[in-house]
């Protein structure tokens, strides 16, 4: 079975700031890992996504996430904050290229202060 | 084409009525997923089709809930005899069968308030 943990339930940074959003994942078998954003009353949107390939994802937005299988990790970052990247982010986790499902932490809610 | 679309975006019923979402998924998908997302919680799968064929439902679908999809292109989730338990962002996603190369592409959801 597949499961993620997202360290921190609310991040608050500053605007310009390095943004840090920690995810750890457990899966059986090499994974799939994905990291999604949502803002208020909205669906989810992919940011990034590692299928087996680099290492260092970058994504939309200036986003980077860097896989650690070593630590089971998938951090999410950002160099410079921005006040519209205030928004909840989902790490979630697929157990094998089938698609049959996504298994999701529980969410940061990102706050950029100004 | 605009996307993964849902229908309504806000349901709001009586506890013990039955209600019915629409997903009408990115036209060249043939997968399609149904999620739920509780307040402060991460997206829980439900269930998913590839096609008009349901291929695999979470315990979570309780038998109050069902999920078609019967000429392989729209979905519908209902739910029957709703409880206050119900109450929850309903989301829809779709993706190729290709794997998660691509990932899945979410609607909007559906939020239903059960009183």
């Known amino acids: 079975a597949q499961s993620v943990t997202q360290l921190g339930s609310h991040v608050s940074v500053s605007e310009g700031a390095l943004v840090l959003l920690r995810c750890n994942y457990s899966?059986?078998?090499?994974?799939?890992l994905f990291w999604y954003v949502q803002y208020p009353n909205q669906g989810l949107q992919l940011l990034l996504k590692?299928?087996?390939?680099?290492?260092l994802v970058k994504g939309i937005n200036g986003f980077e996430a860097e896989f650690k299988k070593s630590e089971t990790s998938f951090h999410l970052t950002k160099p410079s904050a921005h006040m519209s990247d205030a928004a909840e982010y989902f790490c979630?986790?697929?157990?094998?290229?089938?698609?049959?499902?996504?298994?999701f932490g529980g969410g940061t809610r990102l706050m950029v202060k100004p | 084409d605009t996307g993964v679309s849902q229908n309504p975006r806000h349901k709001i019923t009586k506890r013990g009525q039955n209600v019915t979402f629409r997903c009408d998924p990115i036209?060249?998908?043939?997968?399609l997923y149904w999620y739920r997302q509780t307040l402060g919680q991460g997206p829980e799968f439900l269930t998913y089709?590839?096609?008009?064929?349901?291929?695999?439902k979470s315990r979570l679908l309780s038998d109050r809930f069902s999920a078609e999809r019967p000429k392989g292109s729209f979905s519908t989730l209902e739910i029957q005899r709703t409880e206050q338990g119900d109450s929850a962002m309903y989301l829809c996603?779709?993706?190729?069968?290709?794997?998660?190369?691509?990932?899945?592409?979410f609607g909007s959801g559906t939020r239903l308030t059960v009183v």
């Open positions: 036209s060249e998908h043939n997968r």
């Open positions: 899966s059986s078998v090499p994974p799939y």
């Open positions: 590692y299928t087996s390939a680099a290492t």
């Open positions: 089709f590839q096609n008009e064929a349901q291929l695999e």
């Open positions: 996603a779709s993706s190729l069968a290709q794997g998660m190369r691509d990932g899945y592409t």
């Open positions: 979630a986790v697929s157990p094998d290229n089938a698609g049959n499902m996504l298994t």
